[in-house]
Structures are given as C-alpha cells and as structure tokens.
C-alpha cells in the first residue's frame, strides 16, 4: 500500500467513527455534549484537511520520502491469529480461562510452527497446559485474583 | 514417532479428564460457602470505607469467608446490572447506594437493572449531606451565604459529588428552599471535590458528612440536610433548625439478585443486622462520620418506595425526565 | 514566621523520606523490588517488548495486593525494563525497548570488537545513575509541584490537558496531523460512558456494560501489547543470533573508573532525562535519542561517536533510566503522565483510590514516598543483577521462540483485562483495541498519542464544562477560561508546543538560504 492510500484509507475510516459517534448524539442535559461535540468536530475537520492534503503535490512529495520497499509480510497469519484471539476472548465466558486458553494457546503457537506436525503439536499442548495450571496456580491461590470459571459447569 | 506418542498418551487423558470434570457442587443448607460482597466504587469511596469496616465482624457472623470484589463503573450501574444477572442463590450480594439506583433507570434509557429488581437485604447506613465551606471564607454562618447568595444571583459556586447524586439534590433542594441560585459544580467523586474548595476554586461544598469529618481542620460547616444534629458533628445546625427544609443525603446497604428465596435474604439481613450492632463497627462507623441505620428487607424496600416517589416528582419538576 | 513554616515543611518531609526508607527495608518490599526488577529486565531483554508491556503485561499481578506493594513492583518492573533493554541492544542489535535504540549505535560494535562484557557494564552503570537522578528529582520536586497543583483550577486542568496532547503530538514520529488526530480519537474513545458533567449516557451502541466507559488499563494492554504480537506474526520474526561474551578480570573496575572519570556526559545526560520524562507523553525513546546527539555534539572526537565508545551508551543508558523517576513527576502531582508506561500507573493509581496531587503527600505520603523511593532501590539492585544474572538472561530470552511468545502474551493481556473488573466485555474490548491499534498504526497514526488522549480526555472535560458552569457570572461564560494569570502561562506554552514542529522547519530553511547564498 503506497502512503497516499494509507493516508485516504485511514482517514476515511476514522471519519466514518466520529459519524456514527455523531449518529448517537442523544443527550438529556445541555452539559453531556459541550465536550465531546467541539472534539468531534474539530477530528472531522483534521481529517477533511488530511484527505484533501493527499490529493495535492504535498502527499506525493511525502511518498518519496517516505515509501520504503515492502519487507516480505504475512497478512493473511496475521488475521488468522487476530481472530483466535478474539474467540479465545469470546470464549472465556463459556469454557473459563482454563480450557479456553489451553486450546487456544495450543492452536496459536502449533499454528505458527514452521511445521505443523504432531511433535509441535504435542509441545504446544504441553507448554500450554503448564504455563495456563501455573498462572491459575498463582493468581487464584497466591494473589487471589479470581479467573474465569465458565458458565458450562455450572 | 509412535511410541512417544503413546508413552505421552496417559498424561494427556489426565488433562483433558481434568478440563472436562465440573468443580464440584455442593448441596447442603444455607450459607455453605463463601460470600462473595461486590463494591460499585472505587476503592477508597464511602462503599468501599464501608465495606472493610463490615468484613471482620461479617465473616464471623455469616460463618463462612467473605470476598470483597469491585465491579466499579457507570456511577454503579455496572456493578447493579450484573448483580441482577447473577444467580439467586444467596452467595453473591452487592452493596448499593441511594439515590443512585432510583435516579439511573429513570434517568438513563437502559441503565441494564431496575430499582426493585434489586432485593433489598438492609439498608445499614447514611451520609447525610452537608453544606462546608473554606476555614478563611467570609461565610460564618448559613445565613451569611443565603444573603450574599440572594444579593449575587448564579455567582455562588456549589461543588459536589457529580450529576444526580444526593449532593446535587441537596444543592438543588436548598436553592428551592432559600429561594436562591446556585451553581452547582459536579466533580467526579466526593474527593476530587475538596481540592477544589482548598484550591478555593468553589465558593462551598455539598459534600457527605464523612468528609466534612475528615476534613475539620480545613474546612468550615455551615448546616447539615439531617433529621437531627449528628453526634460526631454537634455543632453543627441542622437546615431544618434555621429554617430551611432540606433533607437529603446517600444511604447504603446491600441487595441481592432477583428471585433470591425470602428466606436467605432474612438470613443474611439478620447478619448484618448483628454486624451493625457490633461495637467494633459502631465505633469505627462514628469515627468515620457515617450514620448508622437498621433497616431490615420491608422497612428498606418501603423505603426505597418512597424515595421514588419522591424523586421521581423532583425531577418532572426540573424538567429532566418525561412524564 | 513564613520561614518557620517553611522549616517545618522540610522537616515533615524528612520524617517522610526515612518513612519510606524504613518502609521499604522490609522483607517483603525488598523482595518485591528484586522480583519486580528481575521481570522487568526479563521482558526488556525481549526484542520488540517495551516497558509499556512490561508494565502492562505485569500489572494484573498487583490486583490485590496492597497499594504500597503493588506501586513497588510495577515502579522495579519499569526500572529493570528500561535498564534490560540495553541487553538486546548490545547483543542482538536490536533495542529490546525503544528507550535503547541509541544503545544499539556504540553497543553493538563494542560488543563485535569482543568488549561486550565492558559495553553491559557501562550501561549498568549509566542506568544506575540515571535512575537515581530521575529518582531524587522526582522525590524533591514534586512535593513542591503539587503544592501549586494546588492553585490548578478547572481552566488550568483543562489547559494543561491541551498542553499535554500538543506535546506529545509534536513530537512521536510522523506527521504531526496524523498525532493530533490520533490524540482527539483517544479523547472520544474517553467520552464514551456517563457523562462526567450532566450524567448523560453517551455512544454506548446500545451496550448497557459500556456505561461504565473504556476502562483506562483495559485500553492500554490492547493498544500497546496486542499489536506488537501481531506485528510479530506479520513480519514473521525469526529469533536472533546472540553475541557472546566473556568475563575479564578487573573490567569492572576499569570501566567503573572511567565511566565516573567523564562525570560531565553522565549528568547531562540524566538531566536531559528527568526533563524529557517531566513533558507529557514523551518517554525513553525521544529521551536516549536527544542524549545520544548533545553527547555527540559535546564531545571533543565526535566522529568517534557510532563505532563503538562507550560515551555513547553512558548517553543512552542514563537518559532513559532517568525518565522512570522524571516521567512520574507530573504523574503524582497533576495525574498527567510523563511517559507511556507512566499511563498504566495512572490506571493502578485511581485502581488503589489514590487521587495525584497534594493529597499524596500529605495523607498518603507513607504510601507515595515508599513508592518513590523503591524506585531508587531498584536502579540500584540493577547492579548486582545485571552484572552478574544478564548473561544468562539474555541467553534465555533469546532462545523464547515467537511461537510460544505470541499466545504467551495472549495470556497475560487477557487475565489483566478479565481480572480488573471482573467483566467479559473488557476482554474482547481489549482485543479489539489491539486490533483497531494495530491497523491504525499500519496507516500511519502512532498509539501514544492515542493513549494520552484517553487520559487527558476526561481531565479536559471536566475542565472545560467546569469552567464554562463558573463562567455563567460572565456574559460570556467562555471567559472564565481566560481570566486567571495562570492560565495565560499555560496557554503561552500550548502555542509555543503547538509551533514546535515548524521551529524545525524553520531552522533547515534558514539554514538552507544560507549556504545557498
């Protein structure tokens, strides 16, 4: 991606968070929007004058400078391992913090293995159990710090 | 390969036998197990103060442990709202706070609870609230502020504890009193008010009489919204005593989920009802310049009854809810 | 009779000082100071781990731990972080945290030419003393600061707020459009929840657990630990070579004396430090890099500077362990933070019910002063610590593969984000903020920013409504924000942040027409 589409793509999409902010404005006192309307605003109207900005000589000015060549990336790993992420978290309510973050610690580091096989597997499962039966270990019965117990066994 | 596999076999049965086996349930009479007391505010608030002073004498007479976890946010709201979701078993109990819980669900299109899906256990205590105001200010007496607030319209600055709480009724209601206008300032608590008042940032104060006790030396009181004079406090008037009827203040107790059986909230009302006579708690509760009230499940749910009523009439009145 | 007082004031605060020192000679303060300075060295030493997640990643440890102890292991995890960054930086050439990347410059090639064991014994050192000077500013100055925190009324706060977000806007890399931006986005991300004045639920989308707001240290585990494991994943890390190295006899004491023989570059640099660490938001990795070149610059061989002296490190090193103990100053005084990782002490700080300001030092002084103090102790323990344990650490650290770093990370964001509140929305909330933290940095706008925007934010609001309610005996009530003298001295250095970005401009284009001509 070159810096100018950055540039319009992440002002756009911030544009489009302060309107649907903006969509939601329902305030029941004159004093709940003096703050956060002049903020909404004023982020509208950076971002208008950077969008504008990336369509004048400046930006491309900027590119020169600025555009790197692109080392070898992995996007697609990347998404994948966000969402487990955003399972293990969706989750813990269900399974607790013990099995959620066993199997899900054991699919993200099996997953980034150079192979996947069963040796990698194997010590995924075991590194996860350990570390997952420490941690409880320590913050339930040392610090006593309640962790998750999920809504299944109940 | 295969008889690694094999020989790490057993080991991974062991672990996923125990992933799968529930915790066991115990049955068995009321209470059996630990009491888990959630805190709505932050840590170093009345609720909090309030709860350490409870927890030894709790624990001894309710026979098991007592847990004291905060669930802080939303002016309590999301502590309320996940009490009300919680199993009614008895085991989880929250502490919670008036006026909040009548003012949020009339006030907010969805606070996440309503006032009376919170059952009452006791109501143990109050904080009457209390008009302070700055050891060199010019004010000596109530009447000094009404007639200089009479004189200057709206230049008198009130601070309190935020947006619709009892400071800010109190406020409201000795403007109505007095036939006054204030301009009520809202901090984010009771105690990042009183920087203020020290910094004489504000005129006054409509704070709890915790702090007006906590801060003697600093500050001066000029009338308490109670009943009658606090003994802590005997020299300070009540507003009622010089004329002014303004009664208000937050009180606090606890309250279970709904559907928790009658029973296990008469259980657990007589328990604090022993905490509350505790002479430890008492004398700490004075020290701190918190009333103490007994309050058992009908007498708190009346209570509760009336004070809606009560507000709901106060803010049609002010315009800030729909009829 | 006004010097009497003021004799009694230093005197309070003596009881004070020998209070937290008594306070943290106890058993379980020292071990705690230990442990906390061990961690914090463990994750500097990773490459791409910053003292931010260390702070972050550590900080669900301190939960329910008292505040005194709690303030102490987060203040040693910081310390040791800071310092364990030097590490990598020497052996691996790449700076465990931003704070060391100008270690990397002289580090590396001393440790290429086999001096490795001098280089880490440099920086030892310059840590040591740069902790300890950021340490004793921060125990001296801001008792006094937060006196005239005193004096702050609701148009100063909301000015400082200001003040703050231009700062740091000007100066983290990038365009200085994309840092304000990012700085308002944290600001409304502030906003969400009850409204502070007024009480209005405000862009809840309908969530009713959003009422309580974005919890502060829920966002800051997102946006700060949640894209470094994804840019790990993305770029596909591969484990590095370590460089080795051997112990000499008497090299300590051969560097020790000529470290303290040069006292100059090692003051300045501490001193740049403790002032970088005081302007909000700016931390270790603005702080090293500005030491770095005024050592240059005062040095009499310059051009040695990049092949492997050890001034450079000295610079480097002292500079960034001295804005632990600077960056705190606004911390307990205005409850602004220094540096980034001064952020999620904010969040413990309002976790524990301890409001910054003079009440710190008054009522809770045992507590303050302990805390401060512990810092001093863990410079100090770095010593011991890293001289003898930072071999075998950075052998460690560097065979973790990021296989098993990735979910371990995972783990520890999602236990500090469930266990703060008990709340299963924070945790995906946390996730997500990793992930909008992520992408939004892909297109250019830096977290801190961000960060400081969420904290400024509801200071700012309170401020500006507060004002605007004391106003309203003015016809214009907006006036009230520019009555008091004190306000102009913080509007004058808004401006003055504000233009800092184009001083730069100017300078080059002076410099430009000049040898044009």
Redesign the interface.
């Given at each position: 991606m070159t810096v100018k589409t950055r540039d319009r793509l992440g002002a756009s999409l911030l544009l489009l968070f302060v309107i649907v902010l903006w969509a939601q404005r329902d305030y029941?006192?004159p004093?709940g929007g003096i703050f956060p309307d002049r903020v909404m605003i004023i982020m509208a109207f950076l971002l208008v004058l950077d969008l504008i900005l990336s369509f004048t000589p400046y930006a491309s000015l900027k590119e020169k400078e600025e555009d790197k060549k692109e080392e070898e990336t992995h996007f697609i790993k990347m998404v994948i391992v966000a969402v487990l992420l955003l399972l293990w978290a969706g989750l813990l309510r269900y399974f607790g913090f013990?099995?959620s973050s066993?199997s899900a610690f054991s699919i993200i580091s099996w997953f980034l293995s150079e192979r996947r096989d069963?040796r990698h597997l194997?010590t995924s499962?075991f590194v996860a159990?350990v570390l997952t039966y420490s941690l409880v270990y320590i913050f339930e019965h040392l610090l006593a710090v309640?962790l998750p117990?999920g809504t299944?066994?109940? | 390969?295969k008889t690694k596999?094999l020989r790490?076999l057993p080991f991974?049965l062991m672990?996923i036998a125990v992933?799968v086996i529930?915790?066991g349930v115990q049955a068995g009479d009321y209470p059996s197990k630990p009491l888990t007391y959630i805190v709505c505010f932050?840590?170093?608030?009345e609720s909090?103060l309030t709860a350490r002073i409870q927890e030894k004498a709790l624990e001894k007479y309710y026979g098991h442990d007592v847990?004291i976890?905060?669930?802080?946010?939303?002016?309590g709201?999301?502590g309320w709202?996940?009490l009300v979701r919680s199993?009614p078993d008895g085991y989880t109990i929250a502490g919670d706070n008036l006026p909040h819980i009548i003012l949020q669900p009339l006030?907010?299109?969805?606070?996440?609870y309503n006032t009376l899906d919170l059952k009452q256990i006791y109501i143990f205590e109050s904080t009457p609230d209390i008009l302070v105001v700055h050891k060199d200010s010019q004010f000596k007496t109530l009447q000094d502020f009404i007639k200089y607030a009479k004189e200057?319209p709206?230049?008198v600055?009130v601070g309190g504890s935020?947006?619709?709480t009892a400071n800010h009724l109190g406020t409201i209601l000795l403007e109505k009193a007095a036939g006054i206008k204030l301009?009520?300032?809202?901090?984010?608590g009771s105690?990042?008010a009183?920087?203020?008042l020290?910094?004489k940032?504000?005129t006054a104060l409509m704070t709890y009489s915790t702090m007006a006790v906590r801060y003697k030396d600093k500050f001066r009181p000029l009338a308490i919204a109670s009943e009658k004079r606090m003994e802590v406090l005997p020299d300070v008037p009540t507003f009622k005593e010089l004329g002014y009827n303004v009664v208000e203040g937050a009180y606090r107790g606890v309250a279970a989920p709904p559907g928790t059986p009658d029973h296990i909230v008469n259980y657990l009302a007589d328990v604090f009802d022993k905490v509350m006579h505790d002479p430890e708690v008492i004398k700490k509760m004075n020290e701190n310049g918190f009333k103490i009230e007994y309050m058992k499940p009908a007498e708190a749910t009346a209570f509760v009854k009336q004070k809606m009523k009560q507000y709901k009439a106060l803010l049609e009145e002010m315009g800030?809810i729909k009829k | 009779m006004h010097l009497n007082s003021k004799l009694l004031d230093s005197i309070e605060m003596l009881e004070h000082i020998l209070g937290g020192i008594t306070n943290i000679f106890t058993a379980k303060n020292l071990l705690l100071v230990v442990a906390g300075t061990v961690s914090g060295m463990v994750v500097g030493a990773m490459p791409g781990l910053t003292a931010v997640m260390a702070v972050a990643l550590l900080v669900p440890f301190t939960y329910t731990m008292d505040p005194t102890s709690g303030l102490v292991t987060l203040g040693a995890v910081y310390m040791g972080c800071i310092y364990g960054g030097a590490f990598s930086a020497i052996l691996i050439n790449t700076p465990g945290t931003p704070s060391s990347i100008g270690t990397t410059f002289d580090g590396y090639p001393m440790a290429r030419k086999g001096k490795g064991e001098e280089a880490i014994i440099t920086a030892t050192i310059a840590s040591a003393f740069g902790g300890i000077v950021g340490v004793i500013a921060l125990i001296f100055l801001s008792p006094l600061l937060a006196e005239v925190?005193?004096?702050?009324?609701?148009a100063e706060y909301f000015w400082v707020g200001v003040f703050g977000l231009t700062i740091v806007s000007s100066l983290v890399t990038g365009s200085f459009l994309k840092g304000i931006t990012g700085a308002a986005f944290g600001v409304l991300i502030s906003t969400i929840?009850?409204?502070?004045?007024?009480?209005d639920?405000r862009f809840t989308f309908?969530i009713?657990?959003l009422?309580?707001?974005v919890?502060l240290i829920v966002a800051l585990i997102g946006l700060f630990c949640i894209p470094e494991i994804l840019k790990m994943v993305y770029n596909d890390v591969k484990t590095q070579e370590v460089l080795g190295y051997n112990k000499e006899k008497g090299v300590m004491w051969k560097t020790l004396k000529y470290v303290l023989s040069r006292p100059g570059n090692l003051i300045r640099s501490s001193i740049i430090g403790t002032v970088v660490g005081i302007l909000p938001g700016a931390g270790g990795n603005i702080a090293n890099l500005v030491a770095y070149n005024e050592a240059r610059r005062a040095s009499k061989e310059p051009e040695k500077f990049g092949t492997g002296i050890p001034d450079g490190i000295v610079a480097t090193e002292s500079a960034n362990n001295a804005v632990v103990g600077g960056g705190m100053i606004p911390l307990v005084t205005l409850g602004i933070p220094g540096a980034p990782p001064d952020a999620i002490i904010y969040g413990v700080l309002?976790?524990?019910?301890?409001?910054p300001?003079?009440?710190l030092f008054s009522e809770r002084a045992d507590i303050t002063f302990t805390f401060m103090i512990s810092l001093g102790v863990a410079a100090i323990v770095m010593v011991p610590v890293g001289i003898y344990g930072g071999r075998l650490l950075t052998r460690v650290v560097s065979i973790v593969p990021t296989r098993f770093l990735v979910p371990g990370i995972g783990i520890f964001t999602i236990i500090g984000s469930y266990a703060i509140?008990?709340?299963f929305t924070d945790v995906f909330l946390m996730i997500l903020f990793g992930i909008i933290g992520f992408a939004l940095r892909y297109l250019g706008y830096h977290p801190a920013p961000i960060v400081l925007g969420l904290i400024l934010g509801?200071i700012m609001e309170?401020g500006l409504v507060?004002t605007y309610?004391?106003g309203?005996?003015y016809s214009v009530p907006w006036l009230a924000l520019v009555v008091d003298p004190l306000s102009w001295i913080l509007i004058a250095l808004c401006i003055f942040s504000f233009m800092w970005p184009y001083f730069g401009y100017l300078k080059r284009f002076i410099k430009l027409s000049s040898t044009n001509r």
């Open positions: 029941l006192t004093f013990i099995l066993i069963l194997l499962v159990v309640p117990k299944i066994y109940e | 390969m596999v790490i991974l672990v992933l529930p915790p932050n840590p170093g608030g909090d847990i976890t905060y669930k802080i946010g939303g002016g709201a999301i709202s996940e199993k006030m907010r299109k969805n606070a996440g200057h709206g230049v600055t935020g947006s619709n301009t009520y300032i809202p901090f984010s105690g990042t009183v920087p203020a020290l910094g940032h504000v800030l | 925190a005193l004096k702050f009324g609701p929840g009850i409204a502070p004045i007024g009480g639920v309908g009713p657990s009422q309580g707001g919890e309002m976790l524990q019910g301890l409001r300001g003079p009440e509140r008990n709340n509801p309170n507060q309610l004391i309203q005996k």
